[in-house]
Protein backbone atom coordinates (compact mmCIF):
# COMPACT_ATOMS: atom_id res chain seq x y z
CA UNK A 1 0.00 0.00 0.00
CA UNK A 2 1.61 3.51 -0.91
CA UNK A 3 1.84 6.14 1.81
CA UNK A 4 -1.66 7.88 1.05
CA UNK A 5 -3.93 8.58 3.95
CA UNK A 6 -7.05 8.67 1.38
CA UNK A 7 -8.09 6.70 -1.33
CA UNK A 8 -7.61 8.62 -4.53
CA UNK A 9 -11.33 7.87 -5.84
CA UNK A 10 -14.57 6.76 -4.13
CA UNK A 11 -17.36 5.16 -5.98
CA UNK A 12 -20.56 4.50 -4.55
CA UNK A 13 -23.52 2.12 -6.15
CA UNK A 14 -26.75 2.74 -5.04
CA UNK A 15 -29.85 1.17 -5.98
CA UNK A 16 -33.36 -1.01 -4.67
CA UNK A 17 -33.05 -4.42 -3.36
CA UNK A 18 -31.90 -7.06 -5.00
CA UNK A 19 -31.27 -5.09 -8.09
CA UNK A 20 -27.88 -6.73 -8.15
CA UNK A 21 -25.33 -4.62 -6.61
CA UNK A 22 -23.27 -6.31 -4.83
CA UNK A 23 -23.27 -8.72 -8.17
CA UNK A 24 -21.85 -6.29 -10.16
CA UNK A 25 -18.82 -4.93 -7.52
CA UNK A 26 -18.22 -9.00 -7.47
CA UNK A 27 -18.28 -9.20 -10.56
CA UNK A 28 -15.79 -6.67 -11.59
CA UNK A 29 -13.62 -7.20 -8.71
CA UNK A 30 -13.21 -11.25 -8.21
CA UNK A 31 -14.75 -12.18 -11.41
CA UNK A 32 -17.21 -14.32 -9.97
CA UNK A 33 -20.81 -14.73 -10.05
CA UNK A 34 -22.29 -15.72 -6.88
CA UNK A 35 -25.62 -15.54 -4.86
CA UNK A 36 -25.41 -12.29 -2.26
CA UNK A 37 -26.65 -12.40 1.09
CA UNK A 38 -28.70 -8.57 1.35
CA UNK A 39 -26.17 -6.15 1.73
CA UNK A 40 -27.02 -4.06 5.53
CA UNK A 41 -25.64 -1.08 6.02
CA UNK A 42 -22.70 -0.96 3.54
CA UNK A 43 -19.92 -3.34 2.12
CA UNK A 44 -16.10 -1.62 1.05
CA UNK A 45 -14.73 -3.15 -1.73
CA UNK A 46 -10.69 -1.94 -3.14
CA UNK A 47 -9.57 -2.10 -6.25
CA UNK A 48 -6.20 -0.12 -7.86
CA UNK A 49 -6.53 1.14 -10.79
CA UNK A 50 -2.90 2.08 -11.70
CA UNK A 51 -1.21 3.87 -9.19
CA UNK A 52 -4.41 4.99 -7.81
CA UNK A 53 -6.91 3.09 -5.02
CA UNK A 54 -10.12 3.30 -5.57
CA UNK A 55 -12.23 2.75 -2.95
CA UNK A 56 -16.12 1.12 -4.00
CA UNK A 57 -18.50 1.37 -1.73
CA UNK A 58 -21.74 -1.01 -1.92
CA UNK A 59 -24.94 0.63 -0.04
CA UNK A 60 -27.71 -1.43 1.12
CA UNK A 61 -31.12 -1.32 -1.07
CA UNK A 62 -33.20 -1.61 1.91
CA UNK A 63 -35.29 1.92 1.95
CA UNK A 64 -34.54 2.10 5.74
CA UNK A 65 -30.83 2.32 5.46
CA UNK A 66 -31.34 5.39 2.87
CA UNK A 67 -31.46 8.07 5.77
CA UNK A 68 -27.26 6.29 6.41
CA UNK A 69 -26.14 6.99 3.30
CA UNK A 70 -25.07 10.53 3.97
CA UNK A 71 -22.17 8.58 5.31
CA UNK A 72 -21.34 6.79 2.39
CA UNK A 73 -21.81 10.04 -0.17
CA UNK A 74 -19.39 11.93 1.29
CA UNK A 75 -17.01 13.06 -1.33
CA UNK A 76 -17.94 10.26 -3.97
CA UNK A 77 -16.55 11.10 -6.72
CA UNK A 78 -18.91 8.69 -8.91
CA UNK A 79 -22.18 7.23 -8.41
CA UNK A 80 -23.47 3.86 -9.67
CA UNK A 81 -27.40 3.86 -9.65
CA UNK A 82 -28.16 0.29 -10.58
CA UNK A 83 -31.69 -1.11 -11.60
CA UNK A 84 -33.19 -4.23 -12.37
CA UNK A 85 -34.10 -4.43 -16.38
CA UNK A 86 -36.50 -6.47 -15.38
CA UNK A 87 -38.19 -4.83 -13.06
CA UNK A 88 -39.08 -1.44 -14.26
CA UNK A 89 -40.01 -0.12 -10.86
CA UNK A 90 -36.60 -0.22 -9.84
CA UNK A 91 -35.56 2.38 -12.78
CA UNK A 92 -38.80 4.84 -11.16
CA UNK A 93 -36.79 4.80 -8.02
CA UNK A 94 -33.24 5.83 -8.98
CA UNK A 95 -35.44 9.55 -9.63
CA UNK A 96 -37.78 9.44 -6.45
CA UNK A 97 -35.20 8.14 -3.88
CA UNK A 98 -31.75 8.23 -4.72
CA UNK A 99 -31.38 11.46 -7.29
CA UNK A 100 -32.44 13.55 -3.42
CA UNK A 101 -29.46 11.98 -1.80
CA UNK A 102 -26.96 12.90 -4.72
CA UNK A 103 -28.08 16.13 -5.20
CA UNK A 104 -27.77 17.31 -1.44
CA UNK A 105 -24.41 15.40 -0.86
CA UNK A 106 -21.94 15.89 -4.41
CA UNK A 107 -22.83 17.83 -7.41
CA UNK A 108 -19.83 17.03 -9.08
CA UNK A 109 -20.18 13.47 -8.66
CA UNK A 110 -20.50 11.62 -12.32
CA UNK A 111 -23.24 9.19 -12.37
CA UNK A 112 -24.17 6.17 -14.12
CA UNK A 113 -27.08 4.49 -14.87
CA UNK A 114 -26.12 0.79 -14.92
CA UNK A 115 -29.24 -1.80 -16.21
CA UNK A 116 -28.14 -5.27 -14.57
CA UNK A 117 -29.68 -8.44 -14.96
CA UNK A 118 -29.67 -8.37 -18.81
CA UNK A 119 -29.22 -11.82 -19.39
CA UNK A 120 -33.05 -12.37 -17.70
CA UNK A 121 -34.75 -10.19 -20.31
CA UNK A 122 -35.36 -10.67 -23.53
CA UNK A 123 -34.89 -8.01 -25.90
CA UNK A 124 -38.02 -7.54 -27.30
CA UNK A 125 -39.92 -7.97 -23.83
CA UNK A 126 -37.97 -4.95 -21.74
CA UNK A 127 -39.74 -2.16 -20.35
CA UNK A 128 -37.53 0.27 -20.26
CA UNK A 129 -35.79 1.02 -23.66
CA UNK A 130 -31.74 2.03 -24.34
CA UNK A 131 -32.86 5.79 -24.83
CA UNK A 132 -35.15 5.96 -21.79
CA UNK A 133 -31.49 4.70 -20.18
CA UNK A 134 -29.62 7.14 -21.54
CA UNK A 135 -32.02 9.96 -21.28
CA UNK A 136 -32.17 9.89 -17.29
CA UNK A 137 -28.09 9.20 -17.15
CA UNK A 138 -28.00 12.63 -19.04
CA UNK A 139 -30.76 14.44 -16.81
CA UNK A 140 -28.71 13.10 -13.83
CA UNK A 141 -25.44 14.45 -14.83
CA UNK A 142 -26.93 18.28 -16.11
CA UNK A 143 -24.56 20.58 -14.78
CA UNK A 144 -21.51 18.31 -14.87
CA UNK A 145 -19.14 18.58 -18.12
CA UNK A 146 -19.22 14.89 -19.46
CA UNK A 147 -17.75 15.63 -22.39
CA UNK A 148 -14.58 13.80 -21.48
CA UNK A 149 -16.33 10.61 -20.74
CA UNK A 150 -15.30 7.52 -23.00
CA UNK A 151 -18.45 6.08 -23.17
CA UNK A 152 -21.98 7.20 -22.80
CA UNK A 153 -23.07 7.00 -18.75
CA UNK A 154 -25.35 4.77 -19.23
CA UNK A 155 -24.91 0.65 -19.59
CA UNK A 156 -26.42 -2.50 -19.95
CA UNK A 157 -24.94 -5.43 -17.87
CA UNK A 158 -25.13 -9.17 -16.75
CA UNK A 159 -22.96 -9.76 -14.24
CA UNK A 160 -24.16 -13.44 -14.57
CA UNK A 161 -22.26 -13.83 -17.98
CA UNK A 162 -19.91 -10.45 -17.14
CA UNK A 163 -21.20 -8.00 -20.20
CA UNK A 164 -20.26 -5.01 -20.13
CA UNK A 165 -19.44 -5.39 -16.49
CA UNK A 166 -15.76 -3.97 -16.03
CA UNK A 167 -16.88 -1.49 -19.16
CA UNK A 168 -18.41 0.62 -16.15
CA UNK A 169 -16.18 0.61 -13.76
CA UNK A 170 -13.13 1.37 -16.08
CA UNK A 171 -15.25 3.86 -17.67
CA UNK A 172 -15.43 5.66 -14.38
CA UNK A 173 -11.99 5.30 -13.04
CA UNK A 174 -10.80 6.91 -16.81
CA UNK A 175 -12.93 9.99 -16.60
CA UNK A 176 -12.26 9.98 -12.56
CA UNK A 177 -8.31 9.26 -12.39
CA UNK A 178 -7.42 9.40 -16.23
CA UNK A 179 -4.21 7.17 -17.15
CA UNK A 180 -2.39 7.46 -20.26
CA UNK A 181 -1.57 4.99 -22.94
CA UNK A 182 1.70 3.93 -21.70
CA UNK A 183 0.35 4.18 -17.88
CA UNK A 184 -2.32 1.80 -19.38
CA UNK A 185 -0.06 -0.84 -20.58
CA UNK A 186 2.27 -0.25 -17.65
CA UNK A 187 -0.19 -1.53 -15.40
CA UNK A 188 -1.47 -4.48 -17.53
CA UNK A 189 -4.74 -3.17 -18.21
CA UNK A 190 -6.12 -3.01 -21.81
CA UNK A 191 -5.25 -0.25 -23.92
CA UNK A 192 -8.43 0.82 -26.08
CA UNK A 193 -10.56 2.87 -24.14
CA UNK A 194 -14.21 1.54 -23.69
CA UNK A 195 -16.38 2.37 -26.37
CA UNK A 196 -18.89 -0.26 -27.19
CA UNK A 197 -22.04 1.73 -26.62
CA UNK A 198 -20.82 4.26 -29.13
CA UNK A 199 -22.22 1.70 -31.85
CA UNK A 200 -25.48 0.53 -31.49
CA UNK A 201 -24.92 -2.60 -28.34
CA UNK A 202 -24.30 -5.53 -29.61
CA UNK A 203 -27.46 -8.20 -28.98
CA UNK A 204 -25.38 -11.49 -30.45
CA UNK A 205 -25.21 -12.61 -26.74
CA UNK A 206 -28.90 -11.93 -26.03
CA UNK A 207 -30.02 -15.73 -27.51
CA UNK A 208 -33.52 -16.26 -28.29
CA UNK A 209 -35.24 -19.34 -26.92
CA UNK A 210 -33.28 -22.24 -25.78
CA UNK A 211 -29.54 -22.92 -27.47
CA UNK B 1 -21.76 -18.51 39.53
CA UNK B 2 -24.45 -16.48 38.77
CA UNK B 3 -26.64 -17.47 35.56
CA UNK B 4 -25.30 -14.64 33.91
CA UNK B 5 -21.99 -15.81 34.42
CA UNK B 6 -22.69 -18.98 33.20
CA UNK B 7 -23.91 -17.89 30.35
CA UNK B 8 -20.84 -15.91 29.30
CA UNK B 9 -18.54 -18.98 29.65
CA UNK B 10 -20.91 -20.54 27.18
CA UNK B 11 -24.16 -22.64 26.91
CA UNK B 12 -23.83 -26.26 26.54
CA UNK B 13 -24.78 -26.77 22.73
CA UNK B 14 -27.41 -29.67 24.27
CA UNK B 15 -29.10 -26.88 26.36
CA UNK B 16 -28.50 -24.31 23.96
CA UNK B 17 -31.98 -24.65 22.18
CA UNK B 18 -33.85 -24.96 25.66
CA UNK B 19 -32.18 -21.77 27.47
CA UNK B 20 -32.74 -19.80 24.61
CA UNK B 21 -36.48 -20.53 24.05
CA UNK B 22 -36.46 -19.94 28.22
CA UNK B 23 -34.47 -16.54 27.46
CA UNK B 24 -36.89 -15.10 24.35
CA UNK B 25 -40.22 -16.30 26.35
CA UNK B 26 -39.21 -14.60 29.67
CA UNK B 27 -38.89 -11.85 27.83
CA UNK B 28 -42.39 -11.79 25.94
CA UNK B 29 -44.23 -13.38 28.13
CA UNK B 30 -46.84 -10.16 29.08
CA UNK B 31 -47.39 -10.34 25.15
CA UNK B 32 -48.46 -13.91 24.71
CA UNK B 33 -50.58 -13.76 27.25
CA UNK B 34 -52.18 -10.76 26.01
CA UNK B 35 -52.67 -12.16 22.19
CA UNK B 36 -53.25 -15.71 23.59
CA UNK B 37 -51.13 -19.01 22.84
CA UNK B 38 -52.47 -19.16 19.20
CA UNK B 39 -51.39 -16.27 17.85
CA UNK B 40 -48.51 -16.80 15.64
CA UNK B 41 -50.82 -19.52 14.26
CA UNK B 42 -53.61 -17.24 13.93
CA UNK B 43 -51.23 -15.06 12.16
CA UNK B 44 -50.24 -17.79 9.66
CA UNK B 45 -53.59 -18.12 9.11
CA UNK B 46 -54.30 -14.63 7.84
CA UNK B 47 -51.46 -14.43 5.60
CA UNK B 48 -53.29 -15.38 2.69
CA UNK B 49 -55.18 -12.37 2.14
CA UNK B 50 -53.89 -9.74 4.54
CA UNK B 51 -52.42 -6.35 3.35
CA UNK B 52 -48.91 -6.85 3.67
CA UNK B 53 -47.61 -7.67 -0.02
CA UNK B 54 -45.46 -3.88 0.19
CA UNK B 55 -42.98 -6.49 2.53
CA UNK B 56 -44.03 -10.18 0.53
CA UNK B 57 -42.01 -9.20 -2.02
CA UNK B 58 -38.87 -7.42 -0.56
CA UNK B 59 -38.91 -11.08 1.71
CA UNK B 60 -39.36 -12.99 -1.01
CA UNK B 61 -36.13 -11.77 -2.48
CA UNK B 62 -34.56 -11.89 0.56
CA UNK B 63 -35.30 -15.50 1.34
CA UNK B 64 -32.77 -17.28 -0.68
CA UNK B 65 -29.96 -15.11 0.25
CA UNK B 66 -30.33 -15.60 3.74
CA UNK B 67 -28.37 -18.66 4.48
CA UNK B 68 -27.58 -20.03 1.00
CA UNK B 69 -24.88 -22.21 2.33
CA UNK B 70 -26.75 -24.38 5.22
CA UNK B 71 -28.52 -27.10 3.92
CA UNK B 72 -31.79 -26.15 6.17
CA UNK B 73 -31.91 -22.73 3.65
CA UNK B 74 -30.68 -24.07 0.59
CA UNK B 75 -33.72 -25.03 -1.46
CA UNK B 76 -36.99 -22.76 -2.08
CA UNK B 77 -39.60 -25.19 -0.87
CA UNK B 78 -37.08 -26.55 1.64
CA UNK B 79 -38.73 -26.14 5.79
CA UNK B 80 -36.16 -23.81 6.55
CA UNK B 81 -37.52 -21.36 3.49
CA UNK B 82 -41.05 -21.59 4.53
CA UNK B 83 -40.70 -21.54 7.75
CA UNK B 84 -38.37 -17.58 7.41
CA UNK B 85 -41.50 -16.90 5.06
CA UNK B 86 -43.71 -17.69 7.29
CA UNK B 87 -42.18 -15.55 10.48
CA UNK B 88 -41.28 -12.44 8.71
CA UNK B 89 -44.82 -12.02 6.59
CA UNK B 90 -46.41 -13.12 9.95
CA UNK B 91 -44.45 -10.42 12.25
CA UNK B 92 -45.27 -7.49 9.23
CA UNK B 93 -48.89 -8.51 10.24
CA UNK B 94 -48.33 -8.46 14.32
CA UNK B 95 -46.35 -4.72 13.60
CA UNK B 96 -47.57 -3.10 10.73
CA UNK B 97 -45.73 -0.10 11.69
CA UNK B 98 -42.08 -1.69 12.04
CA UNK B 99 -43.01 -4.38 8.95
CA UNK B 100 -39.94 -5.73 7.38
CA UNK B 101 -36.86 -4.73 7.43
CA UNK B 102 -33.37 -6.32 5.95
CA UNK B 103 -31.46 -7.40 8.72
CA UNK B 104 -34.30 -9.24 10.32
CA UNK B 105 -34.02 -12.30 8.14
CA UNK B 106 -30.78 -13.00 9.28
CA UNK B 107 -32.32 -12.71 13.17
CA UNK B 108 -35.08 -15.47 12.14
CA UNK B 109 -32.54 -17.55 10.35
CA UNK B 110 -30.69 -18.00 13.50
CA UNK B 111 -33.20 -18.53 15.60
CA UNK B 112 -34.47 -21.01 13.33
CA UNK B 113 -31.23 -23.29 13.33
CA UNK B 114 -32.32 -24.02 17.07
CA UNK B 115 -36.22 -23.43 17.20
CA UNK B 116 -39.02 -24.14 15.20
CA UNK B 117 -41.18 -21.20 13.48
CA UNK B 118 -43.36 -20.49 16.51
CA UNK B 119 -40.20 -19.57 19.09
CA UNK B 120 -38.49 -18.22 15.73
CA UNK B 121 -41.73 -15.28 15.57
CA UNK B 122 -41.48 -14.85 19.39
CA UNK B 123 -37.40 -14.30 19.49
CA UNK B 124 -37.83 -11.67 16.53
CA UNK B 125 -40.82 -9.79 18.67
CA UNK B 126 -38.22 -10.10 21.65
CA UNK B 127 -35.29 -8.86 19.45
CA UNK B 128 -37.35 -6.11 17.96
CA UNK B 129 -39.66 -5.09 21.04
CA UNK B 130 -38.11 -6.20 24.33
CA UNK B 131 -33.97 -6.33 23.53
CA UNK B 132 -34.51 -3.37 21.47
CA UNK B 133 -36.75 -0.49 21.46
CA UNK B 134 -39.53 -0.51 18.94
CA UNK B 135 -37.69 2.44 17.03
CA UNK B 136 -34.74 0.15 16.50
CA UNK B 137 -36.08 -1.36 13.06
CA UNK B 138 -38.45 1.54 12.48
CA UNK B 139 -38.47 3.43 9.03
CA UNK B 140 -35.54 5.28 9.23
CA UNK B 141 -34.09 2.70 11.71
CA UNK B 142 -33.26 5.97 14.60
CA UNK B 143 -32.97 3.22 17.24
CA UNK B 144 -30.06 1.39 15.80
CA UNK B 145 -28.67 5.00 14.58
CA UNK B 146 -28.64 6.68 17.87
CA UNK B 147 -26.95 3.15 19.43
CA UNK B 148 -23.95 4.14 16.60
CA UNK B 149 -23.58 7.53 18.27
CA UNK B 150 -23.56 6.04 21.69
CA UNK B 151 -21.20 3.76 20.86
CA UNK B 152 -18.61 6.64 19.43
CA UNK B 153 -18.99 8.51 22.35
CA UNK B 154 -18.05 5.02 24.57
CA UNK B 155 -15.30 4.05 21.94
CA UNK B 156 -14.15 7.69 22.66
CA UNK B 157 -14.13 7.29 26.24
CA UNK B 158 -12.62 3.54 26.29
CA UNK B 159 -10.42 3.29 23.52
CA UNK B 160 -9.51 7.44 23.25
CA UNK B 161 -6.50 6.52 21.01
CA UNK B 162 -8.53 4.52 18.48
CA UNK B 163 -10.93 6.87 18.44
CA UNK B 164 -9.02 9.72 17.17
CA UNK B 165 -7.21 7.56 14.82
CA UNK B 166 -10.43 7.21 13.10
CA UNK B 167 -11.43 10.42 13.15
CA UNK B 168 -8.29 11.67 11.66
CA UNK B 169 -8.33 9.43 8.72
CA UNK B 170 -12.02 10.01 7.93
CA UNK B 171 -13.64 6.75 8.93
CA UNK B 172 -16.92 6.44 10.31
CA UNK B 173 -17.21 3.75 12.75
CA UNK B 174 -20.73 3.07 11.91
CA UNK B 175 -20.12 1.81 8.14
CA UNK B 176 -18.38 -1.07 9.77
CA UNK B 177 -20.72 -1.69 13.07
CA UNK B 178 -23.95 -0.45 12.38
CA UNK B 179 -24.22 -4.45 10.71
CA UNK B 180 -22.61 -5.90 13.99
CA UNK B 181 -25.78 -4.20 15.88
CA UNK B 182 -28.50 -4.70 13.10
CA UNK B 183 -27.96 -7.73 12.53
CA UNK B 184 -26.48 -9.24 16.48
CA UNK B 185 -23.16 -9.99 14.33
CA UNK B 186 -24.61 -12.44 12.21
CA UNK B 187 -22.19 -12.50 8.83
CA UNK B 188 -19.53 -10.07 11.05
CA UNK B 189 -17.77 -12.82 13.24
CA UNK B 190 -17.06 -16.79 12.97
CA UNK B 191 -19.98 -19.09 12.84
CA UNK B 192 -18.25 -22.54 12.23
CA UNK B 193 -14.81 -22.57 13.11
CA UNK B 194 -15.25 -21.45 16.65
CA UNK B 195 -18.91 -20.52 18.19
CA UNK B 196 -18.50 -16.94 18.97
CA UNK B 197 -21.80 -15.60 17.12
CA UNK B 198 -23.65 -18.19 19.21
CA UNK B 199 -21.39 -17.31 21.70
CA UNK B 200 -22.30 -13.62 21.44
CA UNK B 201 -26.28 -14.55 21.11
CA UNK B 202 -26.40 -15.98 24.14
CA UNK B 203 -24.49 -13.28 26.04
CA UNK B 204 -27.28 -10.79 24.05
CA UNK B 205 -30.49 -13.07 24.91
CA UNK B 206 -29.59 -13.32 28.43
CA UNK B 207 -28.49 -9.79 29.35
CA UNK B 208 -29.48 -7.95 26.10
CA UNK B 209 -28.20 -5.04 23.73
CA UNK B 210 -25.36 -3.46 26.25
CA UNK B 211 -23.62 -6.82 25.41
CA UNK B 212 -23.52 -5.40 21.85
CA UNK B 213 -21.23 -2.39 22.77
CA UNK B 214 -19.28 -4.39 24.78
CA UNK B 215 -17.99 -7.09 22.29
CA UNK B 216 -17.81 -4.24 19.84
CA UNK B 217 -15.32 -2.56 21.82
CA UNK B 218 -13.47 -5.83 22.83
CA UNK B 219 -13.11 -6.53 19.01
CA UNK B 220 -11.64 -3.41 18.87
CA UNK B 221 -9.12 -3.99 21.48
CA UNK B 222 -8.06 -6.65 20.53
CA UNK B 223 -6.98 -5.10 16.88
CA UNK B 224 -6.09 -1.75 18.80
CA UNK B 225 -2.41 -1.97 17.52
CA UNK B 226 -3.15 -3.10 13.77
CA UNK B 227 -5.56 -0.63 13.64
CA UNK B 228 -3.20 2.61 14.67
CA UNK B 229 0.26 1.07 13.13
CA UNK B 230 -2.54 1.81 9.72
CA UNK B 231 -1.96 5.34 8.67
CA UNK B 232 -4.28 5.41 5.64
CA UNK B 233 -8.18 4.95 5.56
CA UNK B 234 -8.32 1.81 2.99
CA UNK B 235 -5.72 0.08 5.31
CA UNK B 236 -7.75 0.58 8.07
CA UNK B 237 -11.60 0.06 7.02
CA UNK B 238 -10.03 -3.60 5.14
CA UNK B 239 -8.58 -3.88 8.77
CA UNK B 240 -12.14 -3.12 10.77
CA UNK B 241 -14.36 -5.15 7.83
CA UNK B 242 -11.80 -8.31 8.33
CA UNK B 243 -10.88 -8.89 11.74
CA UNK B 244 -14.19 -9.17 13.34
CA UNK B 245 -14.67 -12.07 10.65
CA UNK B 246 -11.43 -13.99 12.43
CA UNK B 247 -12.11 -13.43 15.65
CA UNK B 248 -11.82 -17.03 16.55
CA UNK B 249 -10.36 -16.35 20.13
CA UNK B 250 -14.10 -16.60 21.94
CA UNK B 251 -11.85 -16.68 25.35
CA UNK B 252 -9.98 -13.89 24.92
CA UNK B 253 -13.21 -11.68 23.44
CA UNK B 254 -15.70 -12.57 26.36
CA UNK B 255 -12.85 -11.55 28.38
CA UNK B 256 -11.62 -8.64 27.51
CA UNK B 257 -15.53 -7.90 26.40
CA UNK B 258 -16.36 -8.55 30.53
CA UNK B 259 -13.21 -8.00 32.25
CA UNK B 260 -10.68 -6.44 30.83
CA UNK B 261 -12.78 -2.89 29.90
CA UNK B 262 -14.03 -2.46 33.18
CA UNK B 263 -15.48 -0.22 34.71
CA UNK B 264 -17.79 0.01 31.31
CA UNK B 265 -20.41 2.77 31.03
CA UNK B 266 -23.42 1.63 33.32
CA UNK B 267 -26.58 0.51 31.83
CA UNK B 268 -28.77 3.48 33.01
CA UNK B 269 -25.34 6.19 31.59
CA UNK B 270 -26.06 3.96 28.17
CA UNK B 271 -29.68 4.69 28.59
CA UNK B 272 -29.53 8.26 29.01
CA UNK B 273 -27.00 8.88 25.91
CA UNK B 274 -29.48 6.58 23.39
CA UNK B 275 -32.52 9.23 24.66
CA UNK B 276 -30.50 11.97 23.80
CA UNK B 277 -29.47 11.07 20.35
CA UNK B 278 -32.47 9.62 19.72
CA UNK B 279 -34.81 13.11 20.25
CA UNK B 280 -32.25 14.83 18.03
CA UNK B 281 -32.31 12.04 15.42
CA UNK B 282 -36.20 12.16 16.24
CA UNK B 283 -36.78 16.04 15.13
CA UNK B 284 -33.85 15.81 12.06
CA UNK B 285 -36.71 13.53 10.69
CA UNK B 286 -39.22 15.44 11.36
CA UNK B 287 -37.57 18.72 10.19
CA UNK B 288 -36.86 16.80 6.67
CA UNK B 289 -40.49 15.14 6.92
CA UNK B 290 -41.79 18.41 6.67
CA UNK B 291 -39.73 19.98 4.05
CA UNK B 292 -40.55 16.84 2.34
CA UNK B 293 -44.62 17.85 2.41
CA UNK B 294 -43.56 21.25 1.44
CA UNK B 295 -41.85 20.50 -1.38
CA UNK B 296 -44.92 17.96 -2.29
CA UNK B 297 -47.25 20.55 -2.18
CA UNK B 298 -45.12 23.10 -3.83
CA UNK B 299 -44.83 20.59 -6.70
CA UNK B 300 -48.59 20.14 -6.88
CA UNK B 301 -49.12 23.73 -6.91
CA UNK B 302 -47.55 24.43 -9.74
CA UNK B 303 -48.63 21.32 -11.45
CA UNK B 304 -52.18 22.58 -10.24
CA UNK B 305 -51.67 25.86 -11.76
CA UNK B 306 -50.48 24.27 -15.10
CA UNK B 307 -53.53 22.68 -14.71
CA UNK B 308 -55.45 25.23 -14.78
CA UNK B 309 -53.62 27.33 -17.43
CA UNK B 310 -54.22 24.40 -20.08
CA UNK B 311 -57.73 24.41 -18.91
CA UNK B 312 -58.45 27.89 -19.81
CA UNK B 313 -56.47 27.81 -23.09
CA UNK B 314 -58.86 24.78 -23.70
CA UNK B 315 -61.85 26.81 -22.93
CA UNK B 316 -60.59 29.68 -25.24
CA UNK B 317 -60.18 27.37 -27.74
CA UNK B 318 -63.85 25.75 -27.63
CA UNK B 319 -64.66 28.80 -27.69
CA UNK B 320 -63.46 30.08 -30.67
CA UNK B 321 -64.03 26.66 -32.16
Known sequence: MSGKRKPDLKVIIMGDYAVGKTSLVCRYIEDKFIKHEPTIGAAFFLKQWGPYNVAVWDTAGDERYTGLSHFYCRNAGAAILAYDMSNPQTFESL???????????????????????????????????????????????????????????????????????????????????????????????????????????????AKKGCC | PTLKQLVRGGIPDQYRKQIWRQLVYSR???????????????????????????????????????????????????????????????????????????????????????????????????????????????????????????????????????????????????????????????????????????????????????VLFRFCLAILKMNEREILMKNDTISVMRHLKSCAKITYDIEGLIKIAFEDLRPFPHRQAIKSKQAFYLTSLKEKYKRRELQKMAFAEREQMVSLNAQLKMGSIIFIYDFYE
Not at chain 2, 150 to 160: F, G, P, T
Open chain 1, 95 to 205: WARFMPLLNSSTEKCLKIVVGTKMDLIPPEERDITLEEGRKLAHELNEGLDISKLACEPYFETSSKDGSHVSEVFECIFQYCLPLSGDQRSKFGLSTSTVDLYEKEPKRAT
Open chain 2, 28 to 210: VQDIITEKGPHYYRNLCNMLPDSPVTRYRKQISLDLMRTMPSNVKFATSGSRGIMDLQDVLLAFCIHSPDIGYCQGMNFIVGMALLFMDAHDAFWTLVAVTERYFTSNYFDHNLVGAQADQQVLKDIVAEKLSTTSKHLDAIDIEISTVTLNWFLAIYFDAVPFMVSNTLLRIWDCFLMEGPK
